[in-house]
Nanobody, 121 residues
Framework: QVQLVESGGGLVQAGGSLRLSCAASGSFFSINTMSWYRQAPGEQRDLVAAITSGGRINYSDSVKDRFTISRDNAKNTVYLQMNSLKPEDTAVYYC???????????????WGQGTQVTVSS
């Protein structure tokens, strides 16, 4: 099937930067929107940023001007460059992809396993 494998999380001081990557593998026709979500302890999972296959981008207000989402369609990979990190950015970050599968492609939703981002003050 389809797997999303994330990397790049870790511990960083406030004001620092991290870059997350998420690579999709498996058998599929194509990928529509790829997104990053995050979930802090006791909170719901919220959208951070999304990018369509055509390059249209959407950010949450809390990360606009600090985070940059991009994708490499040839590598089926989405990235999240996170700059000027704040303690409130601490969360598990999840990759999400809308994947088209089959001869008459149907869209399926897939999640990565999550990667921890911790920002110390």
């Amino acid at each position: 099937q389809v797997q999303l494998v994330e990397s790049g999380g870790g511990l960083v001081q406030a004001g620092g930067s991290l870059r997350l990557s998420c690579a999709a593998s498996g058998s599929f026709f194509s990928i529509n929107t790829m997104s990053w979500y995050r979930q802090a302890p006791g909170e719901q999972r919220d959208l951070v940023a999304a990018i369509t296959s055509g390059g249209r981008i959407n950010y949450s207000d809390s990360v606009k001007d600090r985070f940059t989402i991009s994708r490499d369609n040839a590598k089926n990979t989405v990235y999240l460059q996170m700059n000027s990190l704040k303690p409130e950015d601490t969360a598990v970050y999840y990759c999400h992809a809308e994947v088209l599968i089959g001869d008459r492609p149907l869209q399926y939703s897939y999640w990565g396993q999550g990667t921890q981002v911790t920002v110390s003050s």
